[in-house]
C-alpha cells in the first residue's frame, strides 16, 4: 500500500502527457499509444497511402469526439487522456508482473537505465557545482524547462 502516491504519481504525469498529447497531436508521435500498421492500412493491401494516414489522424478525433460535435471540449480530452493513460497503465502491469498477480511490488518496478542519467540531470542543475541544489538552482531549470520542454536543461 506504501506504493500506491508512486503509483498514483506515474497516473497522474501520464494523464498530463497524454491530454497534452491529445491537444497538441506532436507529429513526432511522443507520448501516444502505439499503433499498428494494420490499423493504418484500412484497406489491407498491404501500403499505407495517403488518405488512409488522413483517415486514421480523423478517426482518433472521431473517437475523442464523444458528442460528435466536431470539435473536443474539456471533459473529451481528458476522457481520451485517460483511456490512453489506461492503456499505458495496462501495459505496464502486462509487460513487468513478474508473478502474473495483476499488481507491480517495488522489485518488480522498472529500474533506471542507470544511475548516470540522473547524477547529469543533477549536475546540470547544480550551476555552481557546489555538490547541492539551491532553491535559485532548481527556479532556474524549472524556467529551462519550460522554455526549452523537459530535459533540456543546460548549462551555461
Known amino acids: 500500500m506504501k506504493h500506491t502516491g508512486f503509483i498514483l504519481a506515474i497516473v497522474a504525469g501520464g494523464i498530463a502527457l497524454t491530454a497534452g498529447s491529445a491537444m497538441a497531436q506532436k507529429p513526432d508521435g511522443m507520448h501516444r499509444a502505439p499503433i499498428s500498421f494494420e490499423q493504418v492500412d484500412l484497406d489491407g493491401n498491404g501500403e499505407i497511402s495517403?488518405?488512409?494516414?488522413?483517415?486514421?489522424?480523423?478517426?482518433?478525433?472521431?473517437?475523442?469526439?464523444?458528442?460528435?460535435?466536431?470539435?473536443?471540449?474539456?471533459?473529451?480530452?481528458?476522457?481520451?487522456?485517460?483511456?490512453?493513460?489506461?492503456?499505458?497503465?495496462?501495459?505496464?502491469?502486462?509487460?513487468?508482473?513478474?508473478?502474473?498477480?495483476?499488481?507491480?511490488?517495488?522489485?518488480?518496478?522498472?529500474?533506471?537505465?542507470?544511475?548516470?542519467?540522473?547524477?547529469?540531470v543533477f549536475d546540470r542543475m547544480d550551476k555552481d557545482e557546489n555538490g547541492s541544489i539551491s532553491k535559485a538552482e532548481f527556479d532556474e531549470a524549472q524556467a529551462q524547462m519550460d522554455k526549452h520542454g523537459k530535459g533540456k536543461w543546460r548549462k551555461n
Open 50 to 120: 495517403q488518405e488512409e494516414f488522413a483517415t486514421r489522424h480523423q478517426a482518433r478525433f472521431n473517437e475523442a469526439d464523444a458528442n460528435s460535435d466536431g470539435s473536443l471540449d474539456r471533459d473529451e480530452l481528458l476522457g481520451a487522456a485517460v483511456r490512453q493513460v489506461e492503456d499505458r497503465v495496462d501495459r505496464m502491469i502486462e509487460r513487468f508482473d513478474a508473478n502474473a498477480d495483476g499488481v507491480l511490488s517495488q522489485d518488480e518496478m522498472p529500474k533506471p537505465r542507470d544511475g548516470k542519467r540522473a547524477g547529469k
